[in-house]
């Protein structure tokens, strides 16, 4: 091995480690020790030696990625020895403070006012947000809490489906015969102490697009307060949220509150109430994350279908979502609305691959979910 | 670059593995710290041919634990034999061996059945690399069950005692992303990210593990792989799928591409069929020229 790294060395590891940790990447104290390590273990004269080595220790996931090669760079500098000047420049956090989208705060607020400010926002026919505010203007915690238990109850019908595949168990009506004669070896061949089995747990999994879009806004909210709390009492959820372009947003929504989670979303998710690309979303999300379908998903996507990229692109992209999912859940909030047809090219096209089409504009169409989302 | 990341890549690439820097910093890092090698990357870029290669190159065994769903440590450590164990209780019933001992016979190593973490810890000789395929498909709980033996390689089984493993066997683990892996496994392990490669890169791919493929067919495959995968397609084709459509055309006798052995050999590549479809009404667009040139 090395000469052990320099105490030099070690301060810059120690620093440049704070840097990624203040610009949200996860880095352990461990990471840190391991940083230090590293820089006695590779040719620090070699800029990109030093990189490669750093984000292999200090990277836990592709999506840090860029985000480590920035503050690399600026941490870093052009200057190839880190024993000379530092280069550390002011991360852009406050700029990016200001770049968070509008609409967020208010979510967190939940101010009237602002209301008026997203009318103007808003696409698309104006009844529409006028049923919206009916739905869900008035959003209290009482609401709030009902949404949560309306999740339990639908996350507990979910865990507790038999599968037909069995698992030893502490006791049961049935003996585990292979356990049994297993347990029996120790007493010379006799049977003295009995092994059960029961049925397994069938693991319903639950993958989520919810178009976050500006006509979507006031469902939005209700939903993801919804997969909140459903991503807490049933853990195989992946959520997904989109408007022009895909987010994952399970992390986010797995912290601890509500609010918390939100604030995480809006630093996260910058395309919040911009134009809808359903198809696009769908499309990024069938080629970047193709494993997560399978016989046992139900892909529940939550949209009014209206779809300003090509209605086509739409059709295929959750026709390939739909050959390998269990199942596919449209969750419409206009359905809820009386007279509401789906015409829009978008829903024209989504229709074929849907198997349950249903309303999502208030709290009792939520609870009736459950029922289509047990397999 | 450092000497010795150097040397790894040239071992590597003499092993039949093309490989680039950061691949090779990874992997010296890996067995310099001692820590397992965490690989993503999409479906057919050569993730568990690190491990391979690595084998090759420490000249040691490859143990190999490929996961599933359902992976429980009977399958993954060890289990005893125990039809064996009955059988040889019958056998010496009539035997006037004090109990104590014919028990002892029954729980020794000649009954245990070692799985894949069992015997990368009990290997004698170099230390091994072992390989844990596709841990993504593996549940949570064996997740936390493969940190536990990761930590420390040692195995307690209540009948024999404790297994220490005598060497650290060097880990490489690889995960396709159907599930985030947990923060803790992530920790523990130094993460590679492998995509795609460059035209460059797969080019050489294609020449050192084709052997006897034209100059001119390779350069158009690789081409018109490249800009396959710029294509919106259901299952993107890796570099697996390259070198099957070369070895199938190096079969054929074939030295360039045409639309024909295109549409006939597509299967190579392609597996599914809606992919099929779009490409076929590609070439018959008379595109293929197009997407073998280096402009395209």
Redesign the interface.
Known sequence: ?SAPASTDLVVHATRFCRLLREEGL?V?P??TL?AA??LG???LA?R??LR??L???L????ED?PAFDRLFDEFWGGNPAPAGRLRRTRPPSGSQKERLPLSLEQWLRGGERDAEREEALVPGPSELESLGRQDFGSFGDEALREVTRVARRIARRLATRPSR?WKPARDGARPHL?RT??LS?KT??EVSELAFRQRKVRKTKLVVLADVSGSMDLYARLFLQFLFALQHSF?RV?TFVFATRLSRI??QLRSRAYGEALAELAAEVRDWNGGTRIGASL?TF??E????LDGRTVVIVLSDGWETGDPEVLG?ALG?VHGRAARVVWLNPLLGSPGYEPLTRGMQAALPHVDVFAPAHDLASLGRLARHLAL | MREEIRRIQQLMEGAGYVTDRSVATAVYLSTALGKPLLVEGHPGVGKTDIAKVLARVLDGDLIRLQCYEGLDATTALYEWNYPKQLLHIKLEERSDRPVGQREADIFSEAFLLKRPLLQAITHHGRPPVLLIDEVDRADEEFEAFLLEVLSDFQVTIPEVGTLRAESRPAVVLTSNRSRDLSDALRRRCLYLWIDYPSLDKELRIVRTRVPGIGERLAAELTTFMQSLRRQRLVKTPGVAESLDWAAALVALHATELDPALVQETMGCFLKDESDLRAVAARIEAGELAAMCSPAG
């Not at chain 1, 990277?59 to 592709?62: A, S």
């Not at chain 1, 994350?289 to 997560?292: I, T």
């Open positions: 091995m996860l352990t461990g990471d391991d390590r590293v273990l590779v040719d070699d990109e030696d490669l080595a984000r292999g220790v990277v836990h996931r592709p990625g595949r292979r004669l297993r070896v010379g061949g853990a992946e399970t992390e499309e069938v080629r994350w193709p494993r997560l295929d390939a």
